[in-house]
């Protein structure tokens, strides 16, 4: 089980920008994908994006075409890169990090975004 630190959520105003980072520490044997997730208040956790292998992207519908997701395997890292902000973003991000498509999941503490005037 590895532990998963996030940094880079804070207070932006609408149709800014903001870029999360999260780093893997503990001994992880490979990385078949890592990815993001969020949670508003009063809703379950919903997926945003996924980075498989380091190099194939998948992005939920809500955040297509502003948000960017990227890895460095060998940093063990992935960021999410989030542009024109809207209000509807604000969440708790969590980090995921996943060592084969059928392994339990790891999890970061989650980082808050919020988008607000």
């Known amino acids: 089980q590895v532990q998963l630190v996030e940094s880079g959520g804070g207070l932006v105003q609408p149709g800014g920008s903001l870029r999360l980072s999260c780093s893997a520490s503990?001994?992880?044997?490979?990385?078949?994908?890592m990815g993001w997730y969020r949670q508003a208040p009063g809703k379950s956790r919903e997926w945003v994006a996924t980075?498989?292998?380091?190099?194939?992207?998948y992005y939920a519908e809500s955040v297509e075409g502003r948000f960017t997701i990227s890895s460095d395997n060998a940093k063990k890292a992935v960021y999410l890169q989030m542009n024109s902000l809207k209000p509807d973003d604000t969440a708790v991000y969590y980090c995921?990090?996943?060592?084969?498509?059928?392994?339990?999941?790891?999890w970061g503490q989650g980082t808050q975004v919020t988008v607000s005037s």
């Open positions: 995921n990090l996943k060592t084969s498509k059928g392994a339990e999941g790891s």
């Open positions: 980075v498989i292998g380091g190099r194939n992207t």
């Open positions: 503990g001994f992880v044997r490979s990385i078949y994908s």
